[in-house]
């Protein structure tokens, strides 16, 4: 075969298996990054083996660099906009935090702010618990932007994974665990680049599974406090998963029952039960009412949904059944959870956990389960198998749900790759090499796609971003969001944008969201209830520019607000108006 019939023998159309240009460049790129980490080992090892015994100047590396490597991104990637209800809801909740309150006094006109996970009765406020607008609230203070607050708790997980795999393993694996961490949940992941959370509560978990092991070696009061404050994070986090971190703590000191010096850790856990039920009794006004709970009362949302199997016009709803309605068309019929149901659920998310894991990784997940014998490795797989099992009764699932165990993850790698480094076939170290292939792998394939991101607007990358999987940096920004908001930047003084719906109007797609102080914003976002109500807003806000927003445009229409003329009243017989409705 000629060197030419070869080259296009890559093209996609000239070979059964899809084989690219694309991929041939990426496979060549790959080789020569691995040839050239084969060629530095020699000085690259020693100089990560006398690192890895400077705890503190690691766990500083390890939360300047996904920082540090994110902010290098923001001239072709800047500081995310929302986009998803429940980026809106934690930024409530920070902005919230920001004046100083648990909750904001309900609205005089809050039927035309009603919108997803946030109440309007008896209080104005966002439906999440508190900790990731409370990390959010730190980086606005620090910085003014909110973002800020998500660079601070990524930073802070990936510094505390390398602690945590301190109590686990040697440090140079333990470094090399803090590394995977920069790379699979640092500058180009979901937690990073979104307000959704999941890095603050990633950090809850390094913190209780990194004091365990240290307390069953010596049961110092700071470990013991630090215990305390990774339950504390988790319960302000994700309340309903801190049962399963609560219980797998309780687990592992149950095999040592000389463990005592636990008053720290209810010393420190106490303070974060006052706020959450200080919290409850100023949104929901009962100690004991969750927001989320007083938000499935009201709306039904995700339990208690009764489904209709007939569409209802949307003209002959109020904006709350309106909502109720659309929830219901989301989340489908409910029913009563069956065993087969719960397994299929199970099956079926599996797949998810892919987030959790680099690619090359796959080839050391099996030396992992040699290690289950003993029994600190066998509760790491009760651990996770507990936290995947609890979750999945919820009928939605997202990665941030379980990230209190994403440590244990990396975890899992790290020891599979620390077994497999053991493997010897007839006297050759042949896992050692395959160990250090893997990790090679793993650093190629990080560095091959944030180069793709640093020269963004190249020719190259360009054509390589479409096969971009996991990845969220990849141009998510809500492009029409940002357009919006930057005409609406250009009209000066205060303004009221009405935002109208077409009929054919996805419901995810919400544009009405707003600020603690709705009659401080500069900007306040109102449904379009129709000219007659729309007046009552307008009266109300007499000192307001009032525009109109229709976002199922192909291009989100801007304009100044004009009443629609009344309808005329048709001149119609009974019947034919009952037909019409």
């Known amino acids: 075969m000629h060197l030419a019939d070869l080259v296009r023998s890559f093209l996609p159309l000239r070979n059964p298996i899809g084989f690219g240009a694309s991929d041939f460049i990426e496979l060549t790129f790959t080789a020569l990054l691995v040839l050239l980490a084969f060629i530095s080992r020699r000085w690259t090892e020693p100089l990560a083996r006398k690192l890895s015994q400077k705890t503190g100047w690691c766990m500083l590396l390890l939360a300047v660099l996904p920082a540090a490597l994110r902010l290098a991104l923001l001239p072709h990637h800047p500081v995310p906009s929302p986009d998803i209800y429940d980026e809106f809801g934690h930024l409530l909740v920070a902005d919230t935090l920001r004046h100083f309150r648990l909750a904001n006094p309900p609205h005089a006109l809050h039927q035309f702010f009603e919108t997803f996970f946030v109440l309007q009765q008896p209080t104005y406020s966002s439906i999440y618990p508190l900790g990731q607008g409370l990390a959010m609230a730190l980086g606005s203070m620090i910085s003014g932007i909110p973002w800020a607050g998500v660079l601070l708790s990524s930073a802070a997980f990936c510094s505390l994974c390398y602690w945590m795999l301190r109590a686990w393993t040697t440090p140079l694996w333990a470094l090399l665990g803090g590394l995977l961490a920069v790379c699979e949940f640092g500058p180009l992941s979901q937690w990073m680049n979104s307000y959704w959370g999941g890095a603050l509560s990633a950090t809850a978990g390094c913190l209780v599974f990194g004091t365990l092991p240290r307390l069953r070696e010596q049961a110092r009061a700071r470990d013991a406090a630090l215990l305390g404050l990774g339950l504390a994070l988790q319960l302000l986090t994700r309340p309903y998963e801190f049962i399963f971190l609560f219980a797998s703590a309780v687990l592992f000191l149950f095999q040592f029952r000389r463990i005592t010096n636990l008053a720290p850790t209810v010393l420190v856990l106490l303070p974060a039960i006052a706020l959450m039920l200080l919290q409850n009794k100023q949104v929901t006004g009962s100690w004991t009412t969750l927001p989320y709970m007083l938000s499935q009362y009201q709306y039904g ?52 956990y892919r987030f959790f894991f680099l690619v090359p990784l796959y080839l050391a997940l099996p030396a992992f389960f040699w290690s289950v014998r003993e029994f600190q490795f066998a509760w790491v797989a009760v651990t996770l198998l507990l936290f995947a099992l609890g979750v999945n009764f919820f009928p939605i699932f997202q990665a941030h749900y379980i990230a209190a165990v994403t440590c244990l993850f990396v975890l899992v790698s790290v020891i599979g790759l620390q077994r497999l480094s053991r493997l010897k076939i007839r006297g050759y170290a042949a896992g050692n090499e395959a160990a250090r292939m893997i990790v090679f792998l793993c650093a190629v394939h990080f560095i091959f796609w944030y180069g793709l991101h640093v020269f963004d607007t190249a020719d190259f990358s360009i054509a390589m971003r479409r096969y971009e999987t996991w990845d969220v940096i990849n141009h998510s920004n809500p492009e029409r969001r940002i357009e919006v908001n930057q005409e609406l930047s250009k009209i000066p003084g205060k303004l009221l944008v009405f935002v109208r719906y077409w009929p054919q109007h996805i419901f995810q797609d919400e544009w009405v969201y707003n600020e603690a102080d709705i009659d401080g914003a500069r900007i306040v976002w109102a449904r379009d209830l129709g000219a007659a109500e729309n007046q009552k807003l307008q009266r109300y806000y007499p000192d307001r520019t009032v525009w109109l927003l229709e976002p199922d445009a192909r291009t989100p229409a801007l304009s100044p607000y004009r009443a629609e003329p009344p309808a005329p009243t048709p001149q119609s017989s009974p019947l034919r108006l009952e037909q019409v409705r």
């Open 301 to 352: 949302v995700p339990a208690g949904l009764t489904f209709q199997p007939n569409p209802v016009p949307h003209n002959d709803l109020t904006p709350q059944q309106q909502l109720d309605y659309k929830m219901q068309l989301a989340f489908g019929p409910s029913g009563p959870e069956t065993a087969a149901t719960y397994l299929t659920r199970l099956a079926y998310r599996v797949r998810f």
